[in-house]
């Protein structure tokens, strides 16, 4: 079973994950890439987004819906985007006046391909970064959603769920516990090295 829930656990994450990168690559470069109205529309969108809490928000979705990972998968994606529209605006407000963006543009190109052909694919390395943390988190978040009984429904076993079942027996199998815990330890830890990794790996300044 603990094996079986590292496949749940994992797919969310990267789904989850997923999703984000996604919704928030086209916010992003959208903002980043045209300012003015649009960029103040959607700027109030991701702090709209923000200012509620994640875990909270997810609970409240996840009571009206029924017992699903796709559905955790989802929810999860729709509201972990804000994080990386920003960096990606970020990116596009830097590299839209650059020489090679303004000869994109002189050369006639429609604005679609100016942004997903040249100016997207040097505004990738924060968002690689940004998922590789936020694969962590959702992990850690589908594991506090089935701990509390709103996650993955039983009998599909995940990390959250074993650790739900097993707490009533912690005096006298310790097991049950423990190695559902050190997985979502170990893994979470990895991912979280990782992205350090890639953040100085990326980093211009380190590689000077």
Same mark, same amino acid.
């Given at each position: ?6 496949? !749940? ?5 990267? =789904? ?23 960029? #103040? ?8 987004? #923000?200012?509620? +809490?994640?875990?909270? /928000?997810?609970?409240? @979705? ?11 998968? !989802? ?6 985007? +804000? ?16 020489? &090679? ?7 006639? @190109? ?18 690689? =970064?940004?998922?590789? &943390?936020? !694969?962590?988190?959702?992990? @850690? ?6 701990? @509390? ?7 599909? +076993?995940?990390?959250?769920? $074993? ?20 997985? !979502? ?8 090295? =990782?992205?350090?990794? $890639? ?6 300044? /380190?590689?000077?």
């Amino acid at each position: 079973r603990l094996i079986w829930g590292t496949r !749940i656990s994992m797919s969310v994450g990267f =789904v989850a994950v997923g999703i984000a990168v996604f919704i928030g690559i086209i916010v992003g470069a959208l903002a980043g890439y045209y300012g003015g109205l649009v960029d #103040m529309g959607l700027q109030r969108i991701i702090e709209i987004i #923000m200012c509620f +809490p994640l875990l909270i /928000l997810i609970l409240a @979705l996840i009571s009206f819906l029924p017992p699903s990972i796709y559905y955790i998968m !989802i929810v999860i994606g729709l509201f972990g985007w +804000p994080g990386i529209a920003r960096l990606v605006r970020g990116e596009f407000l830097r590299l839209r006046e650059s020489d &090679f963006a303004v000869a994109a543009r002189a050369t006639g @190109l429609r604005d679609s391909r100016v942004i997903f052909r040249h100016l997207l694919p040097n505004a990738l390395s924060p968002v690689l =970064v940004s998922a590789t &943390f936020g !694969i962590a988190g959702a992990i @850690l978040t589908e594991s506090a959603l089935s701990f @509390l009984g709103f996650g993955v429904p039983p009998p599909t +076993p995940s990390w959250g769920e $074993l650790l739900s079942q097993s707490q009533r027996f912690v005096d006298r199998a310790w097991w049950l516990v423990t190695f559902p815990g050190l997985a !979502i330890f170990i893994t979470v830890t990895a991912f979280n090295l =990782v992205g350090e990794g $890639l953040r100085d790996a990326m980093d211009p300044k /380190l590689r000077q």
